[in-house]
């Protein structure tokens, strides 16, 4: 089964810095030098995909998304 | 007779008990998500997640054991509507008042991504109104306050929850302009 | 479509000799179609599409994509957006002040096509007086279907972004929102929204008289058209010019009077686009083609001239230390990036040496890191800046 490329992207709005998603995926995303998150405009890597999408629920803002096929 | 005296002694243990170790994780619970700043985030948000769901379980059992119990007469509707229950009536209201507000609450989390963030914020703070509802329940319908560990776990759980509000109200004090980035104008 | 005074290739076209009332405004270009059955406005939209009009407010998106778009949604909302948040820029102040009925031509026009009923017409408030009384006037000669609605922009640099607009109309607070969704799709009280440039709403009262040929009469085939232009800094008379797209960038300084001293540097757009070297720039045609290999873009129709011997870097840094504080305050790249952006580059203009591999860094890590544009188009006037006065230090 061949899925649409899924990409992480961060509501800079809603995002308050906590850092918890870098904590969770560490392979994905890095922090600025504010402690805000730097997410690659690279699709996720499918072994990565269910890391990704619990990091996504794990944001207390609700910043982070997964786009699919962007 | 006494059978019955012994099954019903039985889910009255399981009550308090459940009770003491609800009031516990749900203490801890409420700690971890006041005083989230102040610690670890991703493990700090992590166990109040899973702390707020044993929660549940707790709850579940202490609620059951309770109605069930033939010796004491308090009906399913007193879980859910204070001042149904003729056993009791301001303690186990105290507790159905609890329950509606933490419904609330989980019920949000569980649909926090639907819900949107404002709106399950909002809910959220009906989690300052749970803890008072639950731990005042325990205190006027807890049966055990004589037992000295009973005691250390009731205050111990209000001591924990006092300091990390106050911990809370600090920091709150001391840096609101980075706490406000992630809330949009 | 009617006849009109204007002949095609002239100008100018949207800035009349004088100010004309309601009745002058109608003796020079003709009455504005109204009253649109649903094939007429869907073949407006054609036209406009194949007049090429793009947005006059800096983004330059395609104006007939917008307007379908917003007209496939249900009951929308037109916005016009006179904020002009930009201090460096007036062309849309002298606009709404010379020209307010084809302004409001253009919105209530837009209004019809996208099937709004309402128009709100946000404006800064050097003019809120003039358009306060052209709707009165067209209220009295019931010349619109729609209703027309004027608000007083908000301050700030910010405020002029599209969605902060919105936000603006529908709870007092100038802070732009999050995209998805679109606000074509959901902007001002839930309702699709088209938010469109004053200056792009006469173009469309003009297109919708006179037609697309016309429209293309002048300007280049890939960016047709006419544009109003901000010239200021070191210039004989400096001012509001309207320009054919593609005008080399010497001839618009000419219309200003011509440089005042020799030239530096100019910077075109606005605070959020470029500098580029002065000799380099001076025979290129002011367009988005014409300018891009330099880095730089017509923007907002403004163009800066800095004389030789001016500081290029102090200049600059005035400038990000100003957008800096003027971020909505709501991402933290930007709350806390441009500040440190700021410092270094005061401290490069200053002689006190930067760091310039944190300030690239910094640069790298602020830019397209933002809820909007703003960030961004602090870094491009940096990097620019590093480009252009390279030699400075």
């Known amino acids: 089964m061949v899925t649409a490329p899924a990409r992480l992207r961060v509501d800079f709005i809603a995002c308050a810095g906590r850092g918890l998603c870098a904590e969770a995926l560490p392979g994905l995303i890095t922090l600025d030098d504010w402690g805000f998150p730097i997410v690659s405009g690279q699709a996720v890597p499918p072994r990565l995909l269910a890391d990704a999408r619990a990091t996504v629920r794990l944001c207390p803002k609700l910043a982070l998304r997964l786009e699919p096929g962007r | 007779m006494s059978a019955l005296l012994g099954g019903s002694q039985a889910l009255w243990l399981v009550s308090r008990a459940s009770g003491l170790a609800l009031l516990a994780a749900f203490s801890a619970a409420v700690v971890l998500g006041v005083a989230a700043r102040l610690g670890p985030r991703l493990a700090v948000g992590e166990l109040h997640r899973a702390l707020a769901l044993f929660s549940v379980a707790f709850l579940g059992l202490h609620v059951v054991t309770a109605i069930l119990d033939p010796y004491v007469t308090i009906g399913w509707a007193a879980t859910l509507l204070p001042l149904a229950s003729p056993y009791r009536g301001l303690a186990i209201g105290l507790g159905a008042l609890a329950v509606d507000c933490g419904g609330a609450v989980l019920i949000t989390s569980l649909v926090r991504r639907r819900l949107g963030y404002r709106a399950w914020r909002a809910v959220h703070w009906l989690a300052y109104l749970t803890w008072p509802a639950a731990f005042a329940h325990a205190v006027t319908s807890g049966s055990d306050l004589g037992i000295w560990w009973v005691a250390l776990v009731l205050w111990g759980c209000a001591a924990a929850v006092a300091t990390a509000v106050v911990a809370r109200l600090l920091s709150w004090l001391r840096g609101p302009d980075r706490a406000a980035l992630g809330t949009p104008r | ?393």
């Open chain 3, 1 to 393: 479509m009617t006849a009109g005074l204007l002949l095609a290739g002239t100008l100018p076209r949207l800035l009349p000799p004088e100010p004309p009332g309601l009745a002058g405004h109608t003796a020079r270009y003709g009455p504005p179609p109204s009253g649109l059955s649903r094939r007429q406005r869907d073949a407006l939209i054609a036209e406009v599409a194949r007049a090429g009009l793009t947005g006059r407010g800096g983004a330059g998106f395609p104006t007939a994509r917008k307007l379908a778009a917003v007209a496939a949604g249900h009951a929308p909302v037109v916005v016009a957006n006179g904020t002009e948040g930009e201090p460096a820029s007036v062309k849309d102040r002298v606009l709404m002040a010379c020209s307010p009925h084809l302004v409001l031509d253009g919105a209530a026009l837009a209004a019809e096509i996208t099937g709004a009923a309402k128009a709100v017409i946000v404006v800064h408030r050097d003019v809120r007086v003039i358009l306060d009384e052209a709707v009165a006037d067209r209220a009295r000669a019931r010349l619109d279907r729609v209703r027309l609605e004027v608000r007083t922009a908000a301050e700030g640099f910010v405020a002029g972004q599209a969605s902060a607009v919105v936000q603006w109309v529908q709870r007092g607070v100038p802070a732009p929102t999050a995209m998805p969704p679109r606000l074509a799709q959901r902007g001002l009280r839930g309702a699709p929204t088209l938010v469109q440039n004053v200056e792009t709403l006469a173009h469309l009262a003009l297109i919708a008289r006179y037609g697309a040929a016309w429209f293309r009469s002048t300007g280049t085939p890939a960016e047709p058209g006419s544009m109003l232009v901000t010239v200021l800094g070191a210039v004989r008379e400096p001012g509001v010019r309207e320009v054919a797209i593609g005008t080399p960038v010497g001839q618009v300084l000419d219309l200003a009077g011509g440089a005042s001293a020799p030239l530096r540097a100019l910077l075109l757009g606005g605070y959020f686009g470029a500098w580029v070297d002065a000799a380099e720039a001076l025979d290129r045609p002011f367009s988005s083609a014409g300018l891009a290999d330099l880095g730089a873009a017509p923007g907002a129709g403004l163009i800066a001239a800095l004389p030789a011997g001016a500081s290029g870097l102090g200049e600059t840094a005035r400038l990000v230390r100003y957008l800096a504080g003027e971020s909505a305050g709501q991402c933290g790249p930007c709350v806390f990036g441009l500040p440190a952006i700021a410092g270094q580059v005061e401290r490069l203009a200053e002689g006190r040496g930067a760091d310039l591999g944190l300030l690239h860094r910094w640069l790298g890590q602020v830019d397209g890191r933002g809820g909007c544009a703003h960030p961004d188009g602090a870094v491009r006037l940096v990097r620019s800046a590093l480009r252009t006065f390279g030699g400075e230090w």
